[in-house]
């Protein structure tokens, strides 16, 4: 129906490390040669929890635009711009504010464990309550198909489809809907009228999905219908709605995890993070200070690569020839941790090489992003506006 695309956006409050890189740039960068991708500096979604400290944000929206560039998101593959350049964002969260029910709200699982987890910041405020309701909107606006998510991030997903269902459920009504449906119907021609009529029946009275996919398929063929007559034939085959907005699906990433130094999460916050771009010297100390499986206080004591945060960074960077020099020479003493940390080192500088390169044009010439993201500004506010225009004549507010 509407074409395939994937939207995902990260918050500008801080360095991006090498946890981020592993657990979502990598990602993109996969997916931005599979489907059309449209990636967001989320720096309304940052104000949410830094409200009262919001000096982070316009240094970090560049500085992770570099991180992004560097990593290798290619702007020439995927759209790149900044959520709040996009008002559109805003619009649509206000829109779907009035139809959202507060339950469903208070039920997002993340809502209260971060509530717990921020516990030093006041977070009993509308716009923080509000955020899957943005984030949804940052979605639907975009009519994506697919969003990159972890486990935990599941219940946001499924709560923008209820979002989704609901508004077409409401606003999807249109006077005459039935009658401009069948009209609808018969521009596809008589053989095809026919056969969407039969499988619209076969779907409707006895819940064959597969009717219902070929008929969608159909419908994907047909070119010589508009816009609007597709949706209410999308529409008419599960009711007798249109649909204006489209349920997005959770796109799960089997993304590699790095912990942190100290085998915690990696997190600037801890003191635990190796910046994306990080100098060799400083990466060469940061891992030579790691700390190690605490029974191998001496070089003859023999440990556990279990116990210890370094064999995490081994599982991540490490072929499986290096993992089991590691795993026998811990447990033997053969090595010690100095000469088992060398090759996670060498690993990381090299993964850095082609990041530093490609950052440095853009630090040289800042105003490449600047460029960048200007283009990306202007086609992601080409996409949203496109649903907003359905959106506001759905909900009355056309007046042209
Ligand atoms: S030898 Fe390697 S895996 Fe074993 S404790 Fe030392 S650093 Fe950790």
């Given at each position: 129906m509407y074409p395939d695309r994937v939207v995902s956006g990260m918050r500008p409050t801080g360095a991006m490390h090498l946890g981020h890189y592993h657990g979502a740039l990598k990602n993109w960068i996969k997916m931005q040669s599979e489907l059309p991708c449209l990636f967001f500096v989320a720096d309304w979604h940052a104000l949410t929890t830094h409200y009262d400290d919001p000096s982070i944000i316009e240094r970090s929206t560049w500085d992770m635009l570099v991180d992004w560039l560097a990593a290798g998101v290619d702007p020439s593959q995927s759209t790149l711009f900044i959520q709040s350049r996009v008002p559109e964002h805003a619009e649509l969260h206000l829109l779907l504010s009035m139809a959202t029910p507060l339950g469903w709200l208070e039920r997002v699982p993340t809502y209260k464990d971060q509530i717990e987890n921020l516990?030093?910041?006041?977070?009993?405020t509308y716009g923080f309550l509000g955020y899957p309701l943005l984030q949804a909107a940052d979605v639907l606006i975009y009519r994506a198909s697919q969003v990159p998510v972890g486990d935990d991030q599941v219940p946001h997903i499924e709560m923008m489809r209820e979002i989704a269902r609901r508004f077409n459920h409401l606003y999807g009504k249109e006077k005459g809907f039935e009658e401009k449906a069948q009209d609808a119907v018969k521009k596809l021609g008589s053989k095809r009228a026919k056969l969407y009529n039969e499988l619209r029946t076969e779907y409707q009275q006895d819940g064959k999905e597969e009717a219902l996919e070929q008929a969608k398929a159909m419908l994907d063929d047909?070119?010589?219908?508009?816009m609007g007559d597709r949706e209410r034939l999308f529409g008419y085959l599960e009711g007798?709605?249109?649909?204006?907005?489209v349920e997005p699906q959770a796109r799960l990433t089997a993304a590699s995890r790095l912990p942190g130094l100290d085998g915690r999460k990696m997190s600037k916050s801890y003191g635990n993070s190796i910046a994306l771009r990080e100098d060799k010297a400083t990466v060469e100390k940061k891992i030579r200070t790691m700390p190690t499986?605490?029974?191998?206080?001496?070089?003859t004591d023999a440990g556990d690569p279990a116990r210890c945060p370094v064999w995490q960074f081994h599982q991540v960077y490490s072929d499986n020839a290096t993992q089991e020099w590691v795993v026998k020479g811990c447990k033997s003493a053969g090595i010690g941790c100095i000469e088992c940390k060398q090759p996670v080192i060498d690993a990381i500088i090299k993964e850095q090489e082609p990041m530093h390169e490609r950052a440095q044009q853009y630090l040289d010439d800042p105003s490449l992003v600047r460029a960048i993201v200007a283009d990306g500004n202007d086609a992601a506010r080409k996409m949203a506006l496109e649903t907003m225009r359905d959106v506001r004549e759905a909900m009355g507010l056309a007046y042209s």
């Open positions: 516990s030093n910041k006041d977070l009993a047909a070119q010589s219908l508009s007798s709605r249109k649909l204006i907005l499986d605490p029974a191998r206080v001496r070089r």
